[in-house]
């Protein structure tokens, strides 16, 4: 079945930076886009970034826009989210998705905590 | 900037149907929104009930249902159990590549 593992999450310091990343298992994971999903502590749901099925594209909501990059490793089957210039208000649960045309399949997610 | 709106809370009795809705800010909501909807309980990863306005995902009740009404799209739970306390969330994709999730619903069942 559909297994989503992230990893790489933690603490870090305002302005620095963290790879997040999720290992997929179960599907062929080059025939699927992917997205980044995150939830501040007791906060809802953000989209954060998607990458399509083949990684020519790729698009980030605006709180993030110019400071993450989503990316895949077909060869891995991993999918990473490289965060820069982090900032307080990054601090989030980050959920790995599977987009199989508009259902989401979730992974259960890693936490990145941003603090001095 | 787009805004996805959902009511912050409701409530139903147990055995009872509830909507919840989940509308744009400006504009009306279609299937060309894609709108999916999410169950989470705290602590936990969310779960996908609903995609692409009315399909159900493997295991989901059919009591859950997805739908357009007016302009915005719903989630209607039918026959309501203690254990569908909990949030509830939609997301929409509004173009461009670009998905935007509500708020989210805190759901009641008493």
């Known amino acids: 079945q559909v297994q989503l593992v992230e990893s790489g999450g933690g603490v870090v310091q305002p302005g620095r930076s963290l790879r997040l990343s999720c290992a997929a298992s179960?599907?062929?994971?080059?025939?699927?886009?992917m997205h980044w999903v995150r939830q501040a502590p007791g906060k809802g749901l953000e989209w954060v970034a998607v990458?399509?099925?083949?990684?020519?594209?790729?698009y980030y909501a605006d709180s993030v826009k110019g400071r993450f990059t989503i990316s895949r490793d077909i060869s891995k089957n991993t999918l990473y989210l490289q965060m820069n210039s982090l900032r307080v208000e990054d601090t989030a649960v980050y959920f790995c998705?599977?987009?199989?045309?508009?259902?989401?399949?979730w992974g259960q997610g890693t936490l990145v905590t941003v603090s001095s | 900037q787009t805004v996805v709106t959902q009511e912050p809370s409701s409530s139903v009795s147990p055995g009872g149907t509830i909507t919840l809705t989940c509308g744009l800010s400006s504009g009306s909501v279609s299937t060309s929104h894609y709108p999916s909807w999410f169950q989470q309980t705290p602590g936990q990863a969310p779960r996908t009930l609903i995609y692409?306005?009315?399909t159900r995902s493997s295991g989901v009740p059919d009591r859950f249902s997805g739908s357009i009404l007016g302009n915005k799209a719903a989630l209607t739970i039918r026959g309501a159990q203690t254990d569908d306390e909990c949030n509830y969330y939609c997301v929409l994709y509004v173009g461009g590549g670009i998905w935007v999730f509500g708020g989210g619903t805190k759901l009641t069942v008493l």
């Open positions: 998705t599977r987009d199989s045309n508009w259902e989401l399949n």
């Open positions: 179960g599907f062929i994971f080059r025939n699927y886009g």
């Open positions: 990458i399509w099925y083949d990684g020519s594209k790729q």
């Open positions: 692409s306005t009315t």
